[in-house]
């Protein structure tokens, strides 16, 4: 299982369209909301898409 919390910035295998692949936790539940930490643009996803998603936990 993934360890990750609010707060948590991660990095996806994706970059964003501002060219940031780097991303923070804003809120867990059944759905995954991150926020770029580059333009400050939120994107909302479910869990599982997330977690295949996600290519590493950073800090």
Request: aromatic content about 6%; some cysteine.
């Amino acid at each position: 299982m993934l360890d990750y919390k609010i707060g948590t910035v991660v990095l996806m295998k994706k970059q964003h369209p501002c060219g940031n692949s780097e991303f923070t936790i804003t809120r867990i539940g059944a759905d995954v909301k991150i926020k770029c930490n580059q333009c400050g643009r939120s994107i909302m996803m479910p869990r599982i898409e997330f977690n295949k998603k996600l290519k590493k936990i950073l800090a």
